[in-house]
């Protein structure tokens, strides 16, 4: 329940239900790289109250397949400053007192 009543309240900035992430990939295609997503990902989290970057984050229905999260007591918060960030098609799970958000088309690399 809680998870519908703060995507209601985000309106858009949630597409928990999409396959679509056409979009998404083009807002941050300039941050390709290792270096560059990890720089994208800490600047989120420095500007939401105590969150912390997850680099290998596995969320429901990825199948094994990681991505980049970040891990804090609000996701409303989070996605907003991602969105502000050109960052969109978060999802979000509840993980007792935080929230961990996740971008599953933001796949993770690990840097060789």
């Known amino acids: 329940m809680t998870h519908i009543l703060i995507e209601d309240m985000i309106g858009g900035f949630i597409e928990s239900h999409s396959t679509d992430t056409t979009h998404a990939l083009r807002s941050f ?5 290792y270096d560059d997503l990890k720089e994208l990902f ?3 989290a420095d500007n939401c109250r ?3 970057i997850r680099e290998d984050y596995s969320g429901r229905n990825m199948y094994g397949r990681s991505c980049w999260a970040i891990v804090g007591p609000d996701p409303v918060d989070i996605i ?3 969105a502000r960030h050109s ?13 961990v ?3 599953p088309h933001v796949e993770f690399c690990p840097q060789d």
Do not use: C, P, Q
């Open 29 to 33: 295609s300039t941050h390709d790289s």
């Open 42 to 44: 800490e600047s989120i």
């Open 50 to 52: 105590e969150a912390e």
């Open 80 to 82: 907003e400053v991602a």
């Open 87 to 99: 960052l969109t098609g978060a999802k979000f799970d509840n993980m007792g007192r935080d929230y």
């Open 101 to 103: 958000v996740y971008w």
